[in-house]
């Protein structure tokens, strides 16, 4: 399970689930996964319950759905609901700090997954970062400090 400060992407976040038909849900399964049995859709086949957070739910036409605070999105394809359905968890679910998102934490996150795709922009980042640290008074001491733990 991952920790509070360890960010989770995307691509990790999906491929942790697991399918339970709805006529085999019970008070268990609720209870553990956070699942309103009186929120379901009639319709609903099989719920996908995803290991770190979340689940959306997909209908005897093979629709997958999810409702997400006020909005119900639904789609043939499951990507799209997955996206709705990990941008609503990020800052509900994981990727907090300490339990509560912070602006830091939340442009964090942002720029986490961004750099997912694009490792230029990630190292462009990180150099801006590092050149603003050579003027502070702690410099890049704590950097340092920190690659060479890794190290051993």
């Not at 995803?50 to 005897?60: A, M, Q, S, V």
């Not at 968890?89 to 996150?109: D, K, M, Q």
């Not at 490792?119 to 050579?134: G, K, P, R, T, V």
Request: aromatic share 14%.
């Amino acid at each position: 399970m991952k920790t509070k400060n360890t960010y989770l992407s995307f691509q990790e976040w999906r491929k942790e689930f697991f399918e339970v038909n709805k006529k085999d849900l019970n008070k268990e399964i609720l209870d553990k996964w956070g699942i309103g049995k009186e929120f379901l859709f009639e319709d609903t086949k099989k719920i996908r319950i995803y290991k770190y957070g979340g689940y959306l739910e997909i209908l005897n036409n093979n629709l997958f759905t999810v409702g997400l605070e006020r909005t119900i999105y639904e789609n043939k394809e499951i990507e799209p609901i997955e996206k709705e359905l990990y941008k609503w968890c990020n800052g509900e679910i994981f990727n907090l700090y300490n339990g509560y998102a912070s602006e830091t934490n939340n442009i964090a996150n942002k720029i986490m997954q961004e750099c997912e795709n694009d490792s230029d922009y990630l190292f462009e980042i990180i150099h801006e970062y590092l050149q603003l640290l050579e003027d502070t008074p702690i410099g890049l001491k704590g950097i340092k400090e920190t690659l060479e733990e890794r190290e051993n």
